[in-house]
Protein backbone atom coordinates (compact mmCIF):
# COMPACT_ATOMS: atom_id res chain seq x y z
CA UNK A 1 0.00 0.00 0.00
CA UNK A 2 0.77 3.05 -0.83
CA UNK A 3 1.54 5.72 2.02
CA UNK A 4 3.08 9.07 2.98
CA UNK A 5 4.76 9.56 6.50
CA UNK A 6 5.01 13.00 8.36
CA UNK A 7 7.91 13.77 10.10
CA UNK A 8 9.38 16.57 12.40
CA UNK A 9 13.28 17.12 13.35
CA UNK A 10 13.59 16.59 17.44
CA UNK A 11 14.60 20.22 17.55
CA UNK A 12 11.55 21.69 15.40
CA UNK A 13 13.26 23.31 13.12
CA UNK A 14 12.07 20.80 9.55
CA UNK A 15 9.35 18.62 9.05
CA UNK A 16 9.80 16.12 5.75
CA UNK A 17 7.34 14.11 4.21
CA UNK A 18 8.81 11.11 2.46
CA UNK A 19 5.53 9.33 0.10
CA UNK A 20 5.74 5.94 -1.53
CA UNK A 21 3.35 6.09 -4.70
CA UNK A 22 4.66 3.31 -6.73
CA UNK A 23 0.88 1.83 -6.93
CA UNK A 24 -0.78 5.21 -7.41
CA UNK A 25 1.62 6.05 -10.64
CA UNK A 26 1.22 2.43 -11.52
CA UNK A 27 -2.35 2.50 -11.58
CA UNK A 28 -2.90 5.93 -13.18
CA UNK A 29 -0.31 4.44 -16.28
CA UNK A 30 -2.72 1.56 -16.37
CA UNK A 31 -5.93 3.65 -16.80
CA UNK A 32 -4.76 5.85 -19.16
CA UNK A 33 -1.74 3.80 -21.19
CA UNK A 34 0.62 6.54 -21.29
CA UNK A 35 3.76 5.95 -22.87
CA UNK A 36 7.05 7.30 -21.15
CA UNK A 37 7.58 10.77 -20.79
CA UNK A 38 3.75 10.82 -20.75
CA UNK A 39 4.00 8.71 -17.20
CA UNK A 40 6.64 10.33 -15.79
CA UNK A 41 4.99 13.57 -16.19
CA UNK A 42 1.75 12.46 -14.91
CA UNK A 43 3.02 10.35 -12.23
CA UNK A 44 5.32 13.21 -10.44
CA UNK A 45 2.05 15.87 -10.98
CA UNK A 46 0.10 13.08 -8.74
CA UNK A 47 2.99 12.68 -6.27
CA UNK A 48 2.85 16.75 -6.19
CA UNK A 49 -0.38 16.63 -5.51
CA UNK A 50 -0.79 14.22 -2.76
CA UNK A 51 1.83 16.32 -1.09
CA UNK A 52 -0.09 19.41 -1.57
CA UNK A 53 -3.21 17.92 -0.31
CA UNK A 54 -1.13 15.99 2.59
CA UNK A 55 0.07 19.73 3.75
CA UNK A 56 -3.64 20.37 4.40
CA UNK A 57 -5.33 20.63 7.66
CA UNK A 58 -8.84 19.25 7.72
CA UNK A 59 -11.21 18.31 5.13
CA UNK A 60 -9.83 19.48 2.06
CA UNK A 61 -9.50 18.91 -1.97
CA UNK A 62 -6.91 20.79 -3.60
CA UNK A 63 -6.97 21.09 -7.69
CA UNK A 64 -3.00 20.66 -9.30
CA UNK A 65 -3.06 22.36 -12.99
CA UNK A 66 -0.03 22.06 -14.88
CA UNK A 67 -0.88 24.14 -17.73
CA UNK A 68 2.55 24.12 -20.69
CA UNK A 69 3.27 25.06 -24.00
CA UNK A 70 4.77 21.91 -24.71
CA UNK A 71 3.78 18.87 -26.51
CA UNK A 72 2.82 17.12 -23.72
CA UNK A 73 0.19 19.49 -22.92
CA UNK A 74 -1.90 20.03 -19.74
CA UNK A 75 -2.42 17.71 -16.78
CA UNK A 76 -4.92 18.39 -14.45
CA UNK A 77 -5.44 15.78 -10.79
CA UNK A 78 -7.42 16.48 -7.85
CA UNK A 79 -6.47 15.09 -3.93
CA UNK A 80 -7.51 14.86 -0.90
CA UNK A 81 -6.52 14.96 2.29
CA UNK A 82 -7.68 10.96 3.19
CA UNK A 83 -4.98 9.94 0.59
CA UNK A 84 -7.01 9.79 -2.35
CA UNK A 85 -5.81 11.08 -6.22
CA UNK A 86 -7.15 10.87 -9.59
CA UNK A 87 -5.56 12.77 -12.78
CA UNK A 88 -5.01 13.02 -16.52
CA UNK A 89 -2.71 13.94 -18.74
CA UNK A 90 -3.81 15.48 -22.17
CA UNK A 91 -1.28 13.87 -24.11
CA UNK A 92 -1.09 10.49 -22.85
CA UNK A 93 1.41 9.35 -26.36
CA UNK A 94 5.10 11.07 -25.55
CA UNK A 95 7.46 8.81 -24.98
CA UNK A 96 11.19 11.02 -25.88
CA UNK A 97 14.53 9.88 -24.18
CA UNK A 98 18.07 11.10 -24.46
CA UNK A 99 19.67 8.73 -26.97
CA UNK A 100 22.92 8.89 -24.80
CA UNK A 101 21.47 7.29 -21.53
CA UNK A 102 17.77 6.49 -22.87
CA UNK A 103 16.83 8.99 -19.90
CA UNK A 104 12.97 10.47 -20.43
CA UNK A 105 12.37 13.31 -21.08
CA UNK A 106 9.55 15.67 -19.48
CA UNK A 107 10.50 19.31 -18.43
CA UNK A 108 11.17 20.67 -22.04
CA UNK A 109 7.87 18.77 -23.17
CA UNK A 110 6.06 20.56 -20.58
CA UNK A 111 7.67 23.77 -21.73
CA UNK A 112 6.44 27.13 -20.28
CA UNK A 113 3.38 27.92 -18.23
CA UNK A 114 1.97 27.78 -15.41
CA UNK A 115 1.38 25.46 -12.31
CA UNK A 116 -1.84 26.07 -10.65
CA UNK A 117 -2.93 25.58 -7.40
CA UNK A 118 -6.81 25.52 -6.64
CA UNK A 119 -7.69 24.06 -2.74
CA UNK A 120 -11.45 24.10 -2.09
CA UNK A 121 -12.28 23.80 2.17
CA UNK A 122 -15.61 22.77 1.37
CA UNK A 123 -16.98 26.16 2.09
CA UNK A 124 -17.38 26.93 -1.58
CA UNK A 125 -14.91 29.21 -2.08
CA UNK A 126 -11.89 27.70 -3.38
CA UNK A 127 -8.65 29.47 -3.49
CA UNK A 128 -6.55 29.61 -6.14
CA UNK A 129 -2.78 30.17 -6.34
CA UNK A 130 -0.17 30.49 -9.30
CA UNK A 131 3.69 30.43 -10.25
CA UNK A 132 5.16 30.36 -12.90
CA UNK A 133 6.80 27.06 -14.25
CA UNK A 134 10.29 26.89 -13.02
CA UNK A 135 11.65 23.96 -15.62
CA UNK A 136 8.84 21.61 -16.07
CA UNK A 137 10.38 18.95 -14.05
CA UNK A 138 7.45 19.42 -11.55
CA UNK A 139 9.55 18.42 -8.65
CA UNK A 140 11.43 21.80 -8.51
CA UNK A 141 7.93 23.67 -9.67
CA UNK A 142 6.28 22.45 -6.64
CA UNK A 143 9.96 23.79 -4.50
CA UNK A 144 9.56 26.84 -5.96
CA UNK A 145 5.58 26.77 -5.60
CA UNK A 146 6.09 26.23 -2.06
CA UNK A 147 9.18 28.80 -1.51
CA UNK A 148 7.30 31.57 -3.46
CA UNK A 149 3.35 31.27 -2.75
CA UNK A 150 3.62 29.78 0.63
CA UNK A 151 6.70 32.22 1.72
CA UNK A 152 8.41 28.44 2.75
CA UNK A 153 11.60 27.62 1.88
CA UNK A 154 11.50 23.86 0.88
CA UNK A 155 13.36 21.57 -1.19
CA UNK A 156 11.48 18.75 -3.00
CA UNK A 157 12.55 15.43 -4.62
CA UNK A 158 10.31 13.46 -6.69
CA UNK A 159 10.30 10.82 -9.58
CA UNK A 160 9.08 7.93 -11.64
CA UNK A 161 11.26 5.23 -12.06
CA UNK A 162 10.37 2.73 -15.23
CA UNK A 163 11.79 -0.62 -15.87
CA UNK A 164 13.35 -1.84 -19.41
CA UNK A 165 9.13 -2.26 -20.73
CA UNK A 166 8.71 1.30 -19.75
CA UNK A 167 6.20 -0.07 -17.16
CA UNK A 168 6.69 1.80 -13.50
CA UNK A 169 8.77 -0.03 -11.11
CA UNK A 170 8.78 2.82 -8.09
CA UNK A 171 7.69 6.09 -7.47
CA UNK A 172 7.68 8.42 -4.91
CA UNK A 173 9.50 11.24 -2.75
CA UNK A 174 10.39 13.91 -0.59
CA UNK A 175 9.39 17.16 0.94
CA UNK A 176 11.36 19.01 3.37
CA UNK A 177 10.48 22.55 4.84
CA UNK A 178 12.55 24.88 7.22
CA UNK A 179 9.39 25.99 10.44
CA UNK A 180 10.02 29.27 12.09
CA UNK A 181 11.70 27.91 14.32
CA UNK A 182 14.92 27.09 12.39
CA UNK A 183 18.27 29.00 12.99
CA UNK A 184 20.45 30.35 10.50
CA UNK A 185 22.92 27.72 11.24
CA UNK A 186 20.18 24.62 10.64
CA UNK A 187 19.08 25.80 7.47
CA UNK A 188 22.51 26.10 6.52
CA UNK A 189 23.25 22.87 7.29
CA UNK A 190 20.09 21.34 5.97
CA UNK A 191 20.94 23.22 2.35
CA UNK A 192 23.99 21.74 2.37
CA UNK A 193 22.73 18.17 2.93
CA UNK A 194 20.05 18.38 0.49
CA UNK A 195 23.06 19.54 -2.01
CA UNK A 196 24.58 16.51 -0.78
CA UNK A 197 22.17 14.07 -0.84
CA UNK A 198 22.19 11.46 -3.83
CA UNK A 199 19.86 11.81 -6.77
CA UNK A 200 16.20 10.91 -5.98
CA UNK A 201 16.43 8.46 -8.84
CA UNK A 202 19.05 6.62 -6.52
CA UNK A 203 16.90 6.57 -3.18
CA UNK A 204 13.99 5.62 -5.22
CA UNK A 205 15.82 2.36 -6.45
CA UNK A 206 16.70 1.54 -2.46
CA UNK A 207 14.71 -1.73 -1.53
CA UNK A 208 13.09 0.45 1.07
CA UNK A 209 12.98 4.02 -0.37
CA UNK A 210 10.84 5.36 2.59
CA UNK A 211 13.79 4.49 5.05
CA UNK A 212 16.44 5.52 2.75
CA UNK A 213 15.02 9.02 1.77
CA UNK A 214 14.16 9.51 5.93
CA UNK A 215 18.25 8.31 6.84
CA UNK A 216 19.33 10.91 3.42
CA UNK A 217 17.36 13.90 5.20
CA UNK A 218 17.99 13.69 8.84
CA UNK A 219 21.39 12.08 8.65
CA UNK A 220 22.20 12.04 12.82
CA UNK A 221 19.42 14.14 13.38
CA UNK A 222 16.84 13.05 15.75
CA UNK A 223 13.11 13.45 14.31
CA UNK A 224 9.89 11.84 15.15
CA UNK A 225 7.49 10.63 12.91
CA UNK A 226 4.17 12.34 13.19
CA UNK A 227 1.97 10.46 11.16
CA UNK A 228 1.05 7.83 8.36
CA UNK A 229 -1.65 7.61 5.57
CA UNK A 230 -2.26 5.40 3.16
CA UNK A 231 -2.47 7.12 -0.99
CA UNK A 232 -3.98 6.06 -3.62
CA UNK A 233 -5.42 6.17 -6.79
CA UNK A 234 -9.19 6.60 -6.66
CA UNK A 235 -11.67 8.28 -8.88
CA UNK A 236 -15.01 9.10 -7.28
CA UNK A 237 -16.98 8.72 -10.88
CA UNK A 238 -20.46 7.04 -11.22
CA UNK A 239 -23.16 6.33 -13.52
CA UNK A 240 -24.92 8.54 -11.38
CA UNK A 241 -22.88 11.51 -11.29
CA UNK A 242 -22.77 11.33 -15.01
CA UNK A 243 -26.69 11.13 -15.21
CA UNK A 244 -26.86 14.24 -13.24
CA UNK A 245 -24.66 16.14 -15.89
CA UNK A 246 -26.25 14.69 -18.83
CA UNK A 247 -29.76 15.33 -17.36
CA UNK A 248 -28.21 19.32 -16.43
CA UNK A 249 -28.27 19.70 -20.43
CA UNK A 250 -31.26 21.40 -22.25
CA UNK A 251 -33.93 18.98 -23.84
CA UNK A 252 -33.11 19.84 -27.33
CA UNK A 253 -29.77 18.17 -26.99
CA UNK A 254 -31.09 15.04 -25.13
CA UNK A 255 -33.69 14.79 -28.07
CA UNK A 256 -30.55 14.90 -30.35
CA UNK A 257 -28.42 12.36 -28.22
CA UNK A 258 -31.63 10.22 -28.42
CA UNK A 259 -32.21 10.55 -32.23
CA UNK A 260 -28.58 10.45 -34.24
CA UNK A 261 -27.44 8.84 -31.41
CA UNK A 262 -29.48 6.08 -30.17
CA UNK A 263 -27.98 6.78 -26.48
CA UNK A 264 -24.44 8.20 -25.07
CA UNK A 265 -21.54 7.11 -24.48
CA UNK A 266 -19.84 9.44 -21.86
CA UNK A 267 -15.58 8.26 -20.65
CA UNK A 268 -14.34 9.83 -17.58
CA UNK A 269 -11.38 11.73 -17.90
CA UNK A 270 -9.77 11.53 -14.87
CA UNK A 271 -9.61 7.04 -15.32
CA UNK A 272 -10.88 6.08 -18.26
CA UNK A 273 -14.30 4.62 -17.05
CA UNK A 274 -16.70 4.41 -19.96
CA UNK A 275 -20.46 5.08 -18.92
CA UNK A 276 -23.24 3.93 -21.40
CA UNK A 277 -26.86 5.44 -21.42
CA UNK A 278 -29.47 3.50 -23.50
CA UNK A 279 -31.98 5.08 -25.51
CA UNK A 280 -34.71 4.31 -22.55
CA UNK A 281 -32.57 6.15 -20.02
CA UNK A 282 -32.47 9.40 -22.01
CA UNK A 283 -36.33 9.32 -22.92
CA UNK A 284 -36.84 8.97 -19.16
CA UNK A 285 -34.48 12.01 -18.29
CA UNK A 286 -36.13 13.87 -21.12
CA UNK A 287 -39.74 12.82 -19.35
CA UNK A 288 -38.17 14.15 -15.90
CA UNK A 289 -37.86 17.47 -17.64
CA UNK A 290 -41.22 17.57 -18.99
ZN1 LIG B 1 -13.44 8.43 -13.17
Do not use: W
Given at each position: ??K?I?T??????FR???LD??E?V????????????????L?????A?Q????NQ????Q??L????D?SL???ISV?????N??G??QNT??????????????????????F????D????N??T?T??L???E?G??????FT??????SA???NVLL??DDQV???G?????A?P?A??????R??K??Q????I??L?A?????E?????L???DA????A?????F?C???Q?RF?N?LS?L????L?Q??Q?????E??CQ??G??Y?F????LEE??????
Amino acid sequence: MDKIIKTISENGAFRAYVLDCTETVRTAQQKHHTLASSTLALGRALIANQILAANQKGDSQVTLKIIGDGSLGHIISVADSKGNVKGYIQNTGIDLKKTADGQVIVGPLMGRGHFVVITDYGTGNPYTSTTPLISGEIGEDLAYYFTESEQTPSAVGLNVLLDQDDQVQVAGGFMLQALPGASEADIARFEKRIQNMPAISSLLASDNHIEALLAALYEDDAYKRLAETNLRFNCDCSQQRFKNALSALATTELQQMLQEDRGAEITCQFCGQHYIFTEKDLEEMIDDKA
